[in-house]
Structures are given as C-alpha cells and as structure tokens.
C-alpha cells in the first residue's frame, strides 16, 4: 500500500510550479507574440496567426542594426569563450599548488563577481578613455566581458583540479611522457567535459552581457544593447519575433554544447573500453 504523501510535498510542488511558470512565463508570452498576424500589436489579444513579423525581420529596418549587432555578439561570445577556456585551465593548473599570493589573487579573481556590473563598465571605459585608447566592442567591451565570464571558468576549473587524481600524471611520468605529453595525453582528455562547460559558461555569459558592455561598446551596438534600444522606438511584434529567434538560437547553442559534451564522454568510455579488452 503507498504511504500518502506528506501536506509539504505538495506545497513544494506548487511552489515549483510557480517558480517555472515565473522563469518561462515571459519567454513563452513573447513567443506566442511575435505570432502575431499584420495587424497585430505589442498586447494580447492575438489579431491572427502568421510568420509576417519573422519577415520583417530579414528586410531593411527603419530603426536599428540587428543583423550587424548579431553578428559583433557572435563573434565577442567566441572570442570570449576561447580566452576564458585558456585562462581558466593555466589558473586552475597554477592553484594545484600553494604559492605565496594564492589566497590574496583568489579573492581579487572573486571580486569582480560581487563588484555592480555597471561600474566595472564605467571603470574599463573610463580607464580607455584616460589612456588615449578607442572605446570599441572587440577592446573594451573584450575586457569587460572577460572580468564576468573568468572567475566563472576558474572557479568551475578549480573544482575540477581539486577532485583530480595526480596518479595517472605520475604513471604517464613513469612511462616516459615530458609535462606536454601528460597534459596532452592524460590531463586533456580527462579534463575536456568540464572544458566544454567552462566554454557554454563563457559563450553564452558574453552573448547575453549587458550591463558591463553598455559604456565599453562604443558606437557599436552588441546584441542586448540593440535590443535595448530597439524598446525605445519599435512598437511592432518585430521586436517580439527577434527575441524569439535568439531564444531559439541560445536553446541551439546549449544544444550544441550537450552534443560535443556528449560525444567526447562516449569516445572516452569507448577507449577505455578497448584498452581494457587489450584492443590497440
């Protein structure tokens, strides 16, 4: 006979409930939205169902720069995400060992998680500004959107380091590997789901980033700052339509990421699996 469940599992579910409807709720109200026929407005009700504001999308817009915004945030996530990948490895590697300063560069890393994004903006584009330098997106903004997205991978790389076992590096070592060898061999592959996570962390912090890239973009509008504009002077579903397909694009994204993650465990079960059968 099944024991009744306590008043308190449902008070949790419903709370659950709630917390979900609250996090997609307006993902899901734009969506249904941006369907919105010709004559449809920012507001339900819905006045017919079409594709004609996905359209207007891909034709020359009176106001705003999507497309070439789209494609700054693009190429500042990749560029972000390949630097945060690097980085996070060399200090997570670096903190396997004390050295004098360990715990006062922790905390300095950790500071730019608790500092406002705003003034951490303010601060890159006023010291640009001091310094002579031009105030772009792919300067600027680059080193706003690293100050974000690095302590996340170190933090994630520093987990990872702390629960790896320095065994299979000393029996590479045993067998004649150089340190090259052990990182490329023994290290990497261990250690490459996780760097899949660092770099999904890194992509989608910096393709989402408003705050810290708002005063270090210059005249160059990413993604969100578009968007932000676009709230000021669009008053059609288009506005609705492009949320949806970067939605749609970020969902895809993650996708990806899960694919490769995926993929790589399955390669490495596999050759562990042949190594373990005696298969060369």
């Known amino acids: 006979m099944d024991e009744k ?18 996090l997609y709720g307006p993902t899901f109200t734009i969506g249904i939205l941006s369907f919105q026929g010709p004559q449809g407005g920012l507001t339900f009700p819905m006045r017919g169902v079409s594709l004609h504001w996905f359209d207007q ?51 300095l890393i950790l500071a730019s ?45 520093l987990a990872v380091f702390n629960r790896f076992n320095g065994a299979y590096e000393e029996a590479a070592r045993d067998q004649g590997a150089n340190t090259w060898q052990v990182f490329r061999h023994v290290v990497l592959p261990l ?17 989402d980033e408003f705050a810290r890239t708002l005063l270090t973009a210059g005249s160059r509008n990413t993604l969100p700052l578009e968007i932000f504009g676009m709230t000021t002077n669009v008053t059609s579903p288009v506005l ?8 749609l694009f970020s969902f895809g994204i993650i996708a990806v990421f899960l694919i490769v993650a995926l993929t790589v465990q399955r390669r490495r079960a596999r050759r562990a699996s042949d190594a373990g059968k005696g298969v060369a």
């Open 5 to 22: 469940r306590p008043l308190s599992f449902y008070i949790l579910g419903a709370f659950f409930v709630l917390f979900l409807i609250f």
């Open 57 to 107: 999308l891909f034709r020359q817009q009176a106001v705003g720069d999507i497309w070439g915004a789209f494609r700054r945030s693009l190429l500042l996530g990749l560029m972000v995400m390949a630097v945060t990948v690097v980085f996070s490895v060399m200090a997570g590697m670096a903190f396997r060992r004390r050295f004098p300063g360990a715990t006062v560069l922790f905390y």
């Open 113 to 157: 998680l608790v500092i406002p994004s705003i003034l951490v903006s303010l601060g890159v584009g006023l010291i640009f500004s001091q310094a002579g330098w031009r105030i772009h997106w792919a300067s600027s903004g680059f080193g706003a959107q690293l100050t974000w997205t690095l302590p996340f991978g170190f933090l994630i790389m």
């Open 191 to 207: 250690i490459a789901p996780s760097l899949i996570g660092v770099a999904l962390f890194g992509f989608t912090l910096s393709y």
């Open 240 to 247: 609705y339509a492009l949320g949806t397909l970067t939605t």
